[in-house]
């Protein structure tokens, strides 16, 4: 791929392009072979069509116009009836051909009401209403090890220096530790670097937290940006797993072994 903007590339394509993903980092952090591991392992497709919350809450609250060709909710049948079973495996199978996904009544019911409970927030509101490209994917070269990399926003607003990046999250007063467990920062600094490295400027990079937990009767949302020390520490962890990657394969090293550490739970028993 070519250092530039692309703004049509499919979801599918940007997965299986060339270029350093920051998922693919994560996978580098844990161990090269491990990174390796996830190139050569082959895939279950049949789970790959079941429902997700969140990648549906992604279509509805940046794709809306694309919702209804990519989910479904299944018709209501009478499973006691061998009429009632055969329609509904009808149905399953002709969507799943099509690769539409099925969804039930309700957890159709609750993606409405998460849609709806995010655009009452004014500032998600705001930021999901103004001019900008959703699902834009960008390619850079890094100067230090030549590796292509690559990043894609799930929003990029027009007029102003703006990342948005919707998470559904299970606990938002919770989330600062979810920022640690899924290195949200180094998707912060990840993708700051790479604008920067396109677009010439740096970004504000503004996390969208929805729950999907419910409190007192709704949805809560959130919107978040990051300390600027959580950014550092986000910069200095990419930089480090991306030297670790263009070593690896300079060196063919992907033989490794990982350390078990010792759960602090099961250490105090033998103290």
């Known amino acids: 791929m070519k250092t530039g903007i692309y703004d049509n590339l499919s979801n599918e394509e940007y997965h299986s392009s060339e270029g350093i993903s920051k998922s693919q980092l994560d996978l580098i952090a844990v161990s090269p072979s491990v990174y390796l591991w ?15 919350m969140g990648t549906a809450l992604h279509c509805l609250l940046l794709e809306p116009d694309e919702f209804e060709s990519r989910f479904v909710f299944a018709p209501k049948v009478n499973r006691m009836t061998k009429a009632g079973r055969q329609e509904e495996a ?11 996904t099925i969804m039930t009544d309700e957890e159709y019911k609750k993606l409405m009401l998460m849609r709806d409970s995010v655009f009452a927030h004014p500032v998600a509101k705001k930021l999901l209403e103004a001019q900008g490209h959703s699902e834009r994917s960008i390619y850079w070269q890094d100067e230090e090890t030549g590796e292509t990399c ?6 990029q607003i027009e007029n102003a220096p703006i990342i948005l990046d919707v998470k559904k999250t299970a606990d938002i007063n919770r989330f600062m530790y979810s920022v640690e467990d899924y290195r949200y920062h180094v998707q912060d600094a990840y993708y700051s670097h790479g604008y920067h490295e396109i677009f010439g400027e740096w970004p504000r990079f503004v996390f969208l937290a929805v729950s999907e937990t419910i409190n007192g009767g709704k949805y809560p949302v959130r919107v978040f940006e990051l300390e600027q020390d959580w950014k550092d520490a986000g910069s200095m962890l990419w930089r ?6 263009s070593e690896a394969k300079q060196n063919n090293a992907w033989f490794d072994i990982e350390e078990l550490t010792m759960p602090y739970s099961a250490r105090r028993k033998y103290e």
């Open 38 to 52: 996830n190139k050569k392992a082959p895939v279950d497709t049949d789970r790959l069509k079941a429902f997700d």
């Open 90 to 100: 009808e149905f399953i199978k002709e969507h799943q051909q099509a690769g539409i």
């Open 150 to 155: 690559r990043a894609r926003f799930d929003r």
């Open 240 to 245: 480090q797993n991306l030297r670790t990657l």
